[in-house]
């Protein structure tokens, strides 16, 4: 998380660092005496403790933790968003204890999928299908958790008679995902929660090959992007929400997949019989 990765810090450095790590938006706001005194040190102990993590001073730390608290790919940021959407209150019974922190989730899950319908726009969402449907092949690509969520397309447009692939990856990864899109190819890129500088490249690579590049996300799409073409399949924010938006990215690429089949009705179930019979085959 921090800029010196690899820090040699004292007993009470560690303790400022770790509530820093641990509470970025008291750290962020507090002042030095009131950091130092949260973590039983001094406000030398806080300087010197921003110092060794590669800041310049403790301003600069405070500004950094606020920060990362606006980024949505943070992890910690996330889990602590669903978490604080998550009221639990008798600590004491743990199965109450269990339905009282998942129902909320389920809840925001179904909030979340019925969301999409308000969310997307469906000039562009037909147009992703009629895209995808006559394409020669589609390319899938999806970076982190959202790879497998292209996986999980890829397999659906397969077992609809599509041709697709799914990558992912940053650097030369992206390179060769991109070195074999072909200009009639589809690009349907997963980013449900944000765009982050490995997928923006991917799009403005897969851009000038294609005019038929299609992206799922919450995030904001650069100005650029959409200039060069590419369309948003935009999806209801997760923040505050206790479930991720994987519930909404998944719900989008079922309706994506069965609008497709009900369009060519005839290739989704000869492409469904040939699955059917592979897995009688080894079913035996």
Known sequence: MWPQTRPSLTRLEQAVALFALERPLQFATASGSEIAQHTGTSEATVARTAQKLGFDNIKEMKAYCANELHDPGNLQTVLRSRLDAVSVTDEDDPSASAAAAMAPVLRSAAALTLGVHDSIDWGVAARAVDACSAASSITLYGLGTASFMAGYADLEFARIGLRSRAVTGGGHANAD????????????????????PDVERFAAAALRLTSRVFIITQGAVSADLRSAGAEVLRLPPTQSSAATEAASTMALIDAL????????????????????????????
């Open 257 to 284: 997949v069965a609008e497709i089949a009900r369009r060519h009705p005839r290739r989704a179930m000869e492409a469904r019989q040939r699955a059917q019979a592979y897995r009688s085959e080894f079913s035996r």
């Open 177 to 196: 995902a991109a070195f074999r899109t072909g200009t009639d190819d589809a690009v349907l890129i997963v980013a449900p929660r944000a765009m982050f």
